[in-house]
């Protein structure tokens, strides 16, 4: 009677065991960890990317492309890139909708925008610095949002090809204003100079929840080792059980 006992315990912990591998791992929102590079083929070229948010969230966006530095992935990235502007939008497409803070400022930044608190928020270092003329510029954007659950559209361009969205926290069928005249340049005007950069861009969109110290999960790899490890341990004992050489067997 008690070897029954022990088996169907055993069969409760295998059958409960195999239901807990069929379960997700993790039924709470995956943080963002994402870092973009590329090239804008010309200053009136866009980078723009989506990303949906399962639960609220505290998003920090941060630029490397212009100044350099080493982003959220670890590469190193050089300094030469374009001068950039960094927008965020609720939704996808062109009814995307420019986001705002409390104030009703939209979540734009750009050094050359003048929408506090976004413009211009020091961010040299962790990004680096650019001589132009007698003076070291930041050029790199830096944005940290407090976001609800839901999809989000982040855009990156010259700082001088601007979605009129900005303007009036409207919309992206607005198109945009191009002030490049066709060439990527960035000036300091105190020096009264100018510098043609590349058309290399970099940006980090980055979780609170990365930062934070979690404990591991158990993986559904590991949680299925465990269902069938107890499961095999339920046939060895039922066959342990069955032989008559089980008990007081000489080696």
């Known amino acids: 009677m008690k070897q029954t006992h022990i ?26 960890d994402s870092s973009y590079t590329g090239t804008l083929s010309t200053p ?10 399962t639960a609220s969230d505290t998003i920090t966006i941060q630029t490397w492309g212009f100044g350099g530095g ?28 420019m986001l705002t803070d409390g104030l009703g400022n939209p979540l734009a930044d750009a050094d050359n925008l003048g929408n506090a608190p976004w413009s211009y928020v020091g961010n040299c270092p962790p990004a680096g610095t650019v001589a132009i003329g007698a003076n070291n ?9 407090a976001l609800a659950s839901g999809t989000y559209t982040l855009l990156l361009t010259d700082a001088g090809y601007l ?3 900005i303007f009036d ?21 105190e020096s009264d100079a100018c510098i ?16 934070q110290a979690t404990t591991p999960e158990p993986s559904p790899l590991s949680l299925l080792a465990a269902g069938l490890l107890g499961l095999a341990g339920l046939r060895t004992i039922n066959r342990r059980r069955r032989s008559p050489h089980s008990k007081g067997a000489s080696a």
Not at 138 to 144: A, S, T, V
């Open 7 to 32: 088996s169907g315990v055993f069969l409760k912990c295998g059958f409960l065991l195999s239901v807990v591998c069929m379960l997700p791992a993790s039924a709470g929102a995956l943080p963002i």
């Open 44 to 53: 009136a070229d866009v980078f723009e990317t989506t990303f949906t948010l």
């Open 70 to 97: 080493t982003n959220a992935g670890g590469q190193v990235i050089a300094a030469g890139g374009f001068d950039p502007m960094i927008a965020l939008f609720s939704g996808t497409g062109p009814s995307a909708t």
């Open 137 to 145: 510029d930041c050029g790199d954007d830096f944005m940290q949002a």
């Open 163 to 165: 979605p009129n969205a």
């Open 169 to 189: 926290n409207g919309t992206l069928s607005e198109g945009f204003t191009d002030f490049t005249d066709g060439v990527f340049q960035t000036c300091d005007a």
């Open 196 to 211: 043609i950069p590349n058309g290399n861009y970099a940006v980090d969109v980055v979780s609170a929840e990365v930062n």
